[in-house]
């Protein structure tokens, strides 16, 4: 005879069934609670005759459970295609371990991209550091970004440094020179409008 708390786990995970992602999670842990409380070559019987999924699925959706045990933010996160990828036995312990680690960082990821990653990872053609990788983080696109700005003004400083090599040393010390170096702080702040307006980014400025 059936305990009354299995028969509220059974209770539990049939509501759970038809329902969000969120309760892929739950049914997981309440199917681990249920395997615990039978004995052993009961369980596989038990999911035959009391749910709508296989003894397959069973495992899928424990195994989401254990490997996300403690991390809510990746449950939110991630599409349950997705958590049942990651946490298949098989996907690269590595990579599941940055993924959960960086779980509150993390981009929506689809099937496609998650497969892909695993494959070149799996494979050793990519690592933790590459873009790949690193690409599934919100903050990514920010450093990258970022990078791309510093080298611009690199470039805009030399563009600088050109313009007053190119200026001649006599006009600049001749009585014009208060003009020609507005005029050459002129095309400097111009160059420097078109980087940033290719940043979305508008400056606004005066020379006096």
Not at 47 to 63: E, G, L, P, R, V
Not at 144 to 161: H, I, P, Q, Y
Not at 171 to 189: E, H, N, V
């Amino acid at each position: 005879m059936k305990s009354d708390e299995l028969k509220k786990i059974e209770t539990e995970i049939r509501s759970r069934v038809t329902k969000t992602k969120t309760n892929a999670y739950e049914i997981g842990k309440y199917l681990v609670k249920g395997k615990e409380l039978l004995s052993h070559g009961e369980f596989k019987p038990w999911i035959k005759n009391n749910f709508d999924f296989s003894y397959s699925t069973a495992n899928n959706f424990m195994n989401l459970y254990l490997t996300c045990s403690g991390n809510s933010e990746i449950v939110d996160k991630l599409k349950t295609s997705v958590l049942f990828k990651l946490s298949n036995k098989k996907f690269p312990d590595i990579l599941r371990r940055f993924l959960l680690n960086n779980a509150k960082n993390l981009k929506t990821i689809d099937q496609k991209t998650i497969n892909t990653i695993a494959t070149q990872c799996e494979k050793g053609e990519i690592n933790l550091k590459s873009p790949q990788i690193q690409k599934l983080l919100v903050n990514a696109d920010k450093k990258e970004n970022d990078d791309v700005f510093v080298v611009t003004l690199k470039k805009f400083r030399k563009s600088c440094e050109e313009l007053f090599i190119d200026t001649d040393e006599e006009m600049l010390l001749s009585s014009k020179s208060q003009t020609i170096a507005k005029s050459i702080i002129q095309k400097m702040m111009n160059h420097l409008c078109k980087i940033l307006k290719s940043k979305g980014i508008t400056l606004k400025y005066t020379i006096e």
